[in-house]
């Protein structure tokens, strides 16, 4: 049984939401490692030569919706996580070479001591 669209407006907008849905997945490229992925590949061979009910449609849109979200959250919470570690160990290493700037300079001034003494000991 073939559905039409143009008398089903809802159906038209619920397909159009869909079709976002996807659309937002591709732009963020969240589908490897994405939790909704498989999800979304179930949807389309499903959905495959049919028209579902409006309902079904948004009730399964906006499943894949609120997943692919949570994907794209935890890809850049973890992002940001990162690059406070990478922050965190710039600071650690700015602080070692001060420390070693400061020794290296108190190394200089010790061995420039000992010289001075050497020469006044000749």
Known sequence: ???STEKQPD???ALEMQRRVYRICEDYTVCEGCPS?????????KWKGKVPARDEIIKETELVLTRALEAI??????????EDEIRRKDRMILRLQR???TQSIQLRNELARINQLMGAEQ
């Open 99 to 101: 420390v070693i700037d």
């Open 1 to 3: 049984m073939v559905v």
């Open 73 to 82: 959250k935890a890809y850049t919470g973890a992002g940001l996580r990162y």
């Open 37 to 45: 992925n498989a999800y979304c590949s179930g949807i389309i061979e």
């Open 11 to 13: 159906l038209v907008e």
